[in-house]
């Protein structure tokens, strides 16, 4: 089996990479081949047992795709966007690279598709995100609840679904839309995403510096964890499309807490004097965005597809904890 992946520089794009050189088989056959993509060269995961090659790309560049695609890797994740904040600040490259950038993929599998006499058809796996979805909200969001976002990365995450779905039934590509939940915890720095701040109030004090918490306590969200993100995209690559059937954007199951339960969470996992290093700073423009967001989902369809993601805030900690502190809180 031959994989590409595209954005396999960013966090969830290495750790991707990351099991697929740990496990060396996707969707039940053997890895021949990794190409790794990003706007920076990704760095290859050690001990690899077959051939990796990676590669500093412009996904928003017309002329990428199709060089990617003439690889006919069986299995394409496409990963690679620019966050919720950026996209909103930035309006031209938000378009350029989250929806032109997946328009130019799947067209360039398209017509790779037709060269090859219709025996090309690879699993294509786009990562959406919940911010399809804009208010007003039910409690519980369900499945069939309409899209209507109200920011510009979600209008370019669902155009990006509904375009994949048209290839999908035109028989061009096979492909699968997972909407994410906010994943965390974040490892790293702090990002431009407009949430960051759900993972910077938890991985920041866990290393012993102070965290910013920009918006009410009362704020409630939906969340999975890095891991989960990973469990999701390999579920993703080796589902029976027919299971899925021609809607084939998925919202994943998560957790959905209050930013005061997961500072709870925090309490409990890690103690008093690691949640004293929050500090509460309003951001009102943090405020006004995180105030579109949806908060609670059913996920019905997506669990009953074999889609897992963590029980409780505690879980999604102590995930961070072992993978990023080796068991260790400053």
Known sequence: MKVLVI?????????????????GR???RAIASLDMVDVVAPTA???????????????????????LAAARPDVIFHLAAIVSGEAEQNFDKGYAINLDGARWLYEAVRQEHLRS?????????????????GAPFASTIADDFFHQPLTSYGTQKAIGELLLSDYTRKGFVDGVAIRLPTICVRPGKPNAAASGFFSNI?????????????VEDSVMHWHASPRAAVGFLLRAAEIDGEAIGPRRALTMPGVGVTVAEQIEALRRVAGERVVARIRRQPDAAIMKIVAGWPT?????????LGFKAEASFD??????????????IA
Request: aromatic residues 6%; proline residues 6%; charged residues 25%.
């Open 117 to 133: 006499g219709g025996a090309w058809r690879p699993r294509l796996v786009f990562t959406s995100s919940i911010a399809v979805f």
């Open 45 to 67: 995961p050690a001990g690899v047992g077959f051939a990796v090659t990676t590669a500093a790309v412009d996904i928003a560049d017309p002329a990428t795709a199709p060089k």
């Open 296 to 304: 609670r989902f059913e996920a019905k369809r997506a669990t009953a």
């Open 26 to 28: 996707l969707a039940g």
């Open 202 to 214: 938890i991985r920041e004090p866990l290393a012993g510096h102070e965290a910013v918490l920009p």
């Open 315 to 328: 879980e999604i900690i102590r995930a961070h904890i072992e993978d990023e502190l080796g068991g260790r």
């Open 7 to 23: 954005g396999a520089a960013g966090m969830v794009g290495r750790k991707l990479c990351e099991r697929l050189a740990k496990d």
